[in-house]
């Protein structure tokens, strides 16, 4: 076994990425790291699958690099899936994060497709370092410059994990070894373009470094990464899910008061990790969480949007939610509405107007539509959102019910329940809007006036 060999077994038992014989899906775009991953975890003895994506970004280039692969795999009796972006990339800004996104989503799709459970790709020590400063540079904590873990899932609760059995070889060694074992590969040339900041940083900035700190320096920039990843994986992450457990609130929000306790620095790892779990496919960060924690100190009602996910203040929790969920415009959490007038909530407008005699049949437009008899429905009405620990008796029940456990019973799930709002007379609730009026403010045989209240939904707002 040559020694470069040796080197990727041993790194592969000392982090158990993977065993002889295991299949693993590999990642192969062609070029000199991802040939000799597939070419060394052949040889270890792993029944490798191979997956290629062809975006498509560099006309030709990518129809050869995509021959390239299909030969290289075909002559070795690699099994090889392929597939492509036919879509249309965003600007150049993006494009890169872009085919990141729709490469990893391929490798997991795959990777289920066949029973495979990991997924290696080539980066090395070099990436390392040069991921480590990139997230320096833009400002990142702890797990950015952590750099890229051996392991981890390649979407947040799947099954398939990433691993990188190269991380700790450099680039060097790897081209060494190719040249070594005749193995031929294809060169990206888009890797060394300056527009791309990896690009810049791998032709112009590191070399300028390693010119004035000598050739370790990029080794000792990995190290530091791998220092700084044992903290945040034995340490930071455990207080972390303490305080986040702490903190959880009901269906997808924080509670105001937890968060409040903690230090500043977990406050803030705290939002961060809520925007993972509810805002996929948003980018959380410290400047993120920062304006979440702003709303700590404005009014209840104020909301931020990231991505599909809207967050707000109700008055003592923090509150994510899918942007299509109910929460629509800018809207006190407490409002009163008087005899004529008509209200925005979540999810709708809610009219009212104070009657005569009331209509022969009072439960025609039910649950939208409702009659209160007036005695008990005094003007102004408050309208809110309900809280924990709200009560009211149902229409058609004797005994006061939680609120909370009137929704449960009634099966909504926890996204639409941050979209319920009551509708309250002296401190009475009259009406769970849109489910249930109070058996207290139901029209009686001796009603002389009620009150018309009719909720009208949004097209886009959620069936309740």
Not at 32 to 58: C, E, F, K, P, Q
Not at 126 to 134: H, K
Not at 391 to 410: A, N
Request: charged fraction near 30%; proline fraction near 5%; glycine fraction near 8%.
């Amino acid at each position: 076994m040559d020694s470069f060999e040796r080197r990727i077994d041993a790194f592969l038992r000392r982090h158990a990425l993977l065993e002889t014989g295991e299949p693993v899906a590999i990642g192969l775009s062609g070029g000199v790291d991802s040939i000799v991953l597939a070419s060394v975890l052949a040889t270890l003895g792993m029944s490798v699958r191979a997956v290629h994506v062809n975006y498509r970004l560099r006309g030709d280039a990518s129809d050869e690099d995509e021959a390239f692969v299909r030969t290289w795999c075909g002559e070795r009796g690699i099994d090889l899936v392929v597939r492509s972006f036919d879509g249309e990339w965003p600007s150049d800004a993006s494009v890169q994060q872009a085919a990141r996104d729709f490469r990893y989503a391929v490798f997991e799709e795959v990777a289920l497709a066949i029973s495979c459970g990991k997924v290696a790709v080539g980066h090395h020590r070099d990436d390392q370092a040069e991921t480590v400063l990139l997230n320096l540079f833009r400002g990142a904590g702890p797990e950015g410059l952590a750099g890229m873990p051996v392991r981890r899932e390649i979407s947040p609760g799947s099954s398939v994990r990433v691993v990188r059995p190269l991380l700790a070889e450099r680039r060097r060694d790897i081209a060494a070894y190719a040249r070594a074992q005749g193995l031929t590969w294809r060169e990206d040339a888009s890797n060394t373009i300056p527009k791309y900041r990896r690009g810049a940083l791998r032709e112009r900035i590191l070399p300028l470094i390693e010119q004035h700190f000598g050739e370790a320096v990029v080794e000792n920039i990995a190290r530091s990464g791998s220092l700084v990843r044992e903290y945040v994986d034995e340490v930071l992450r455990d207080e972390l899910e303490t305080c986040f457990d702490a903190a959880l609130a009901e269906g997808g929000a924080v509670n105001e008061a937890a968060v409040r306790a903690l230090p500043p620095v977990l406050r803030r790892r705290v939002f961060i990790e809520a925007l993972r779990r509810w805002a996929p496919g948003f980018e959380a960060d410290a400047r993120a969480a920062g304006r979440i924690e702003d709303l700590l100190e404005r009014q209840p009602g104020r909301r931020l949007v990231f991505g599909d996910t809207v967050v707000w203040r109700e008055r003592d929790r923090i509150v994510f939610a899918p942007s299509g969920s109910g929460f629509s415009g800018e809207f006190a959490p407490a409002c009163h509405l008087d005899e004529e007038g008509t209200l925005e909530i979540p999810g709708g407008y809610l009219h009212v107007e104070r009657l005569g005699a009331p209509p022969g049949d009072v439960t025609a437009g039910a649950p939208d539509e409702v009659y209160l008899d007036a005695r008990t429905a005094r003007f102004p009405l408050l309208v809110r959102p309900w809280a924990a620990g709200d009560r009211f008796v149902p229409l058609g029940m004797r005994r006061g019910k939680k609120i909370s456990d009137f929704l449960t019973d009634e099966h909504m799930p926890p996204h639409q329940k941050r979209a319920v709002h009551v509708v309250e007379s002296e401190g009475r609730i009259v009406w769970v809007l849109p489910l249930r009026i109070s058996e207290e403010a139901r029209v009686r045989e001796d009603s002389s006036e009620v009150v018309r209240l009719r909720f009208t939904r949004n097209r886009e707002s959620s069936n309740l």
